[in-house]
């Protein structure tokens, strides 16, 4: 069983370079099969969803290689079904891009439900409202759902509530339909403006992306090409944080600076300091915090991702914060462990209250999703004693090598790939039996 234990850290100082963008990269690597030649990719992180998506593409005939630094070749010519694994497909969100991207290709394409961080069954009603509306018919089953279009043809369509999997899954499929598609209240994500620029760079034709209206004239044929995944702005917003978690200085390197506005400015309010210069932020700070008032958005509101390492810093701060978590107010399954290391929160109907100035205690807990895990380091950098932390699989879903950033910053922190000892036993008190 992997496990991490992260020890009580005084402060943390270094750099680390942002690797692409998790979000990113997905909705690319799925992108891709919308081309008739090869496509390269460079800065997509060896993480463990990349890696599933690797299976999933050796199982249908899409072939994707990766060379020694890192670049990424896919050749989506040779595939002879689209019949994606239920189990595997399952094992992420955002496998659903497999549809936008194959169905006008090859008019059918079935997969598991989506799962990944299921923050109670995240809704995919919006995919199904655009892709029905460009041709597409749906049949679920209990285990895997199909999609099946003899062809698509461009449409207006109005997002209800805005999604970015749902506008980039639209821009997917439409880039391919006869005619032109219309996206009302669109995303306005750089993971959605990246998507964009990829498939115009294959020959597509889109334009407005970044804002709330976006029109795609479908193409017949998309070609190959060469392309550089943005930074993940979600990880770069959890590295600011660790400053202010236990003090210190931290840079980002290799990142958007306005990608991360919303962070920064928020974090100004707290009380950390910032230097931005080209493309890297310095974020400062000397451990005096104040508390907050955060209500969560879609871009360019406060990312939802960056919700759970900002509770771990809000149970810091001097004072009573408030978490409105208006993405997935569900989005709160980090908050049990952070209670079971002395943290006084209370959530109700999506919002949380925090007490700030927490004595945190190191303990054995659990992360849940990819964010939640972050936020348990975090917090365990600021707990007395030693943290045990499960749920590895998770954080590795995301983060790449993300034990290694932390220890280049002075943390520590090391990755266990074994049974624990009696000496760990004892070290946690025998909570491991407790898990």
């Not at 979000?23 to 890696?51: E, F, H, M």
């Not at 700070?285 to 390492?309: C, I, N």
């Not at 399954?333 to 205690?361: C, D, T, W, Y």
């Not at 090391?414 to 036993?425: A, G, Q, Y």
């Amino acid at each position: 069983m992997k496990w991490l234990s992260v020890e009580q850290t005084p402060q943390l100082h270094g750099s680390v370079k942002i690797p692409g963008a998790k979000n990113s990269s997905l909705a690319l690597l799925a992108a891709a099969c919308l081309a008739d030649d090869t496509v390269i990719l460079q800065g997509i992180p060896n993480i463990l969803d990349y890696q599933v998506i690797c299976q999933i593409g050796k199982e249908i005939g899409l072939e994707i290689t990766r060379d020694a630094a890192g670049t990424v070749y896919i050749d989506s010519n040779r595939i002879f079904h689209t019949g994606l694994d239920p189990i595997k497909s399952s094992s992420f969100r955002t496998a659903y891009y497999f549809i936008g991207a194959l169905l006008s290709k090859f008019g059918k394409v079935s997969l598991g439900y989506p799962g990944g961080d299921n923050f109670v069954s995240r809704p995919i009603d919006q995919h199904i409202k655009a892709l029905e509306k460009l041709g597409a018919t749906f049949t679920f089953h209990e285990d895997y759902y199909e999609v099946e279009a003899s062809e698509l043809k461009g449409a207006t369509i109005y997002f209800d509530t805005i999604t970015s999997g749902a506008t980039i899954n639209s821009m997917l499929a439409a880039v391919r339909a006869k005619g032109t598609t219309t996206l009302l209240n669109a995303a306005r994500d750089p993971e959605v403006v990246d998507t964009a620029m990829f498939l115009n760079k294959m020959g597509a034709k889109i334009s407005g992306a970044g804002t709330d209206t976006i029109r795609i004239t479908g193409v017949s044929q998309l070609n190959g090409c060469i392309h550089t995944v943005i930074p993940d702005r979600l990880i770069a917003g959890a590295f600011l944080i660790s400053a202010g978690m236990v003090g210190g200085t931290v840079t980002v390197q290799d990142i958007v600076p306005e990608h991360l506005r919303n962070c920064v400015v928020k974090l100004q309010e707290i009380g950390l300091e910032f230097m931005i210069e080209g493309n890297s932020i310095t974020s400062y700070s000397d451990g005096k915090l104040k508390a907050t008032r955060v209500r969560t958005g879609m871009y360019p509101g406060f990312p939802t991702d960056v919700q759970q390492p900002m509770t771990a810093l809000l149970t810091q701060a001097n004072g009573k914060s408030i978490i409105s978590e208006k993405v997935y107010p569900n989005r709160f399954n980090h908050v049990p462990q952070l209670v079971k290391m002395g943290a006084e929160i209370k959530v109700r109907s999506g919002v949380a209250f925090i007490k700030g100035k927490s004595s945190l205690k190191g303990a054995a807990v659990h992360a849940s999703d990819i964010r939640a895990g972050i936020c348990l380091i975090l917090a365990a950098l600021a707990a007395e004693g030693q943290t045990m932390i499960t749920g590895v699989q998770h954080i590795e879903r995301g983060y790449e090598n993300v034990v290694e950033a932390f220890q280049s910053l002075g943390a520590r922190i090391n990755l266990k790939d074994s049974i624990m000892s009696e000496d760990d036993i004892q070290k946690y008190g025998g909570v491991y039996h407790q898990l």
